[in-house]
């Protein structure tokens, strides 16, 4: 079965995932997790990927981002990888692949899911057993986001920014958030159409992102068409 094309709609938010290769750690001790962040910072400059949110897994990561040219995210995950890999393998002497192959990413309708989408990543070390609170994961733009920690890596998305007229009315707001529980339907969404590259939205925003993209952003109906004949 052929390849879908990559999502692009210039300024639309994304949810990316990249995972090991056979889920393997790829990441050992605090230094890697550095190297990593100093590279996607440099890498989303050069290619004009904003990034919102992240969180970096131990052996996956995960992003929220908006790139704003069609090759902005392919051409700084391509340009992490590349120098993560080098790295990984020097220190740890290692060869081979570090990563399970393509990235997994899909378009989100920001005003239904983007804030959403935003606490799925930064729980996600708190849904392993990680630890109780995100605050206490150092991996992640929790701290930035809800606390106004200092960290290049990050722009704020418009809708953040909504979230109150002073940043600290912002960061306050968005704590709050994090006192519900995400839905398991929302879990299901998000999970489902990262995984199987939909567009995460209603069907309006879907086909919006159909005629955007020239490309399917749902599954077809399952079964054969209905017959039109009495």
Not at 51 to 61: E, K, R
Not at 166 to 188: M, N, P, T, W
């Amino acid at each position: 079965m052929a390849r879908l094309p990559r999502y692009f709609v210039k300024g639309q938010a994304q949810h990316i995932i990249q995972r090991g290769n056979n889920r393997e750690p790829i990441f050992a001790a605090s230094d890697d997790y550095h190297f990593y962040l100093d590279c996607l910072q440099e890498a989303a400059k050069l290619h004009e990927l904003t990034v919102h949110a992240y969180v970096l897994m131990t052996n996956h990561v995960h992003l929220l981002a908006s790139p704003e040219a069609e090759v902005s995210i392919p051409k700084t995950l391509q340009s992490v990888g590349r120098r993560y890999v080098q790295y990984f393998n020097y220190r740890y002497k290692r060869t081979g692949t570090l990563w399970e192959g393509r990235y997994k990413a899909t378009l989100i309708d920001s005003d239904h899911y983007l804030l959403t989408c935003m606490r799925y990543i930064e729980l996600n070390p708190v849904r392993t057993g990680m630890v109780d609170h995100p605050q206490k994961y150092p991996w992640s733009s929790y701290a930035s986001n809800a606390f106004g920690n200092i960290n290049k890596l990050l722009k704020p998305h418009d809708l953040y920014r909504h979230l109150g007229d002073s940043e600290a009315d912002r960061q306050s707001a968005y704590c709050l958030l994090f006192q519900a529980g995400i839905g398991k339907s929302d879990l299901e969404v998000i999970r489902a159409s990262t995984n199987k590259g939909w567009a995460m939205g209603n069907d309006r925003f879907r086909e919006k992102i159909e005629k955007l993209t020239g490309r399917r952003a749902a599954p077809r109906p399952r079964g054969r068409p209905r017959s039109t004949r009495d």
